[in-house]
């Protein structure tokens, strides 16, 4: 009798531990944090088009010339604060979808990456701030039982200046939050990360330049990755580690497939092409989703509200777009997929 209850009690052991280390691919889509609560609920359109995960988004900034971090204020949409925040992760959840918590740092006029200081003193108070901000929503994630907590988005410099207020920064999360941790590199510093150990899964924001073409073809598209695919890889087996996109997408205009940061700015004045942004997510899912590394990601990005056809047909969002149906297809595929950490 003892023996059989060992063994019932070492099987539900074993259900729960599949459980928690395989879970399907992430279909993820980054939702644009509303100025107002949701006026209709986003999830369902989402699930529509097989999206299983999203990306909630509570942005922080520091202006330039200051070493602080300012989040949660009355000046911010209603979305990115603690409030809105816990809200939007709420709904995802009670729809059946997964959330990917992504605190992100803005500068107005400037790149995160960018970011530095000339003082030990101005780095401590930012570094006290920045802990700040993402401990208060890391004890949200816990709270709601996020799935995955990204702690940065694109610390070009502070993370290889800093690493030590990182690692320990990670240290301090996991003693109030019990999910998964990835941080967001940028796609050309990807593989000189130093906290790479001290993370679950190795993010990207994966908006490699493929082609200055106006309408590259899918073929030519999968050809231009083929080595950034080697070197992604690479990464994964040296570190052991599995790859999240956590971030990619594409202007629905003339040369989306190229250095898009350097079109966003005059998007409205380039020509419209539906096309162009179907054919490179298609030859990202095509080069990627069969791969065992990789495990997903969050396409950037998705209006919960109505956005001005003049901006909205230049923009990443698929919505209305030859590339929802693309998208659609796509998520089905990478939903029956599995990985395991």
């Known amino acids: 009798m003892t023996r059989l209850i060992v063994l019932i009690v070492l099987t539900f052991?074993?259900?729960e531990y599949s459980y928690a280390q395989n879970q399907t691919?992430?279909?993820g889509i980054t939702l644009v944090a509303p100025r107002d609560s949701f006026s209709n609920n986003p999830m369902i359109e989402l699930k529509q088009i097989n999206?299983?995960?999203i990306a909630v988004v509570p942005y922080s900034f520091t202006p330039a010339n200051e070493s602080r971090v300012y989040f949660g204020n009355n000046h911010q949409w209603w979305g990115e604060t603690p409030r809105g925040s816990r809200?939007?992760?709420k709904l995802a959840k009670k729809e059946g979808i997964k959330v990917m918590l992504k605190p992100q740092l803005w500068m107005h006029n400037s790149w995160v990456g960018a970011l530095d200081f000339e003082s030990e003193s101005e780095w401590l108070q930012w570094e006290s701030d920045y802990k700040e901000y993402i401990l208060t929503f890391a004890k949200i994630a816990e709270d709601e039982q996020v799935d995955l907590l990204c702690i940065g988005t694109e610390f070009k410099i502070s993370v290889q200046k800093r690493t030590h207020f990182w690692i320990k920064l990670i240290s301090e999360i996991r003693e109030v939050y019990s999910g998964l941790i990835t941080y967001c590199s940028n796609w050309d510093d990807f593989e000189n990360i130093p906290i790479w150990n001290d993370v679950d899964v190795i993010g990207i924001?994966?908006?490699?330049?493929l082609s200055d073409s106006a309408t590259p073809s899918v073929e030519d598209l999968k050809k231009q990755w083929l080595p950034i695919k080697k070197r992604i890889r690479k990464l994964s087996e040296q570190t052991g580690k599995k790859i999240l996109f956590t971030e990619y997408g594409y202007l629905s205009i003339d040369g989306c497939a190229g250095k898009t940061w350097e079109l966003e700015k005059s998007r409205t004045s380039i020509p419209s092409n539906e096309l162009a942004q179907s054919n490179a997510l298609e030859a990202l899912y095509e080069s990627f989703c069969d791969e065992d590394y990789w495990i997903g990601g969050f396409l950037w990005k998705?209006?919960?509200?109505?956005?001005?056809?003049?901006f909205g047909k230049h923009d990443y969002t698929p919505q209305g777009k030859m590339s929802e149906s693309t998208i659609s297809k796509w998520f089905k595929e990478i939903n029956s997929q599995y990985w395991s950490f």
């Open 13 to 15: 052991i074993n259900i």
């Open 25 to 27: 691919k992430l279909s």
């Open 51 to 53: 999206c299983q995960w």
């Open 87 to 89: 809200q939007t992760i």
């Open 205 to 209: 924001s994966a908006y490699f330049p």
């Open 302 to 310: 998705w209006y919960p509200h109505k956005i001005r056809e003049k």
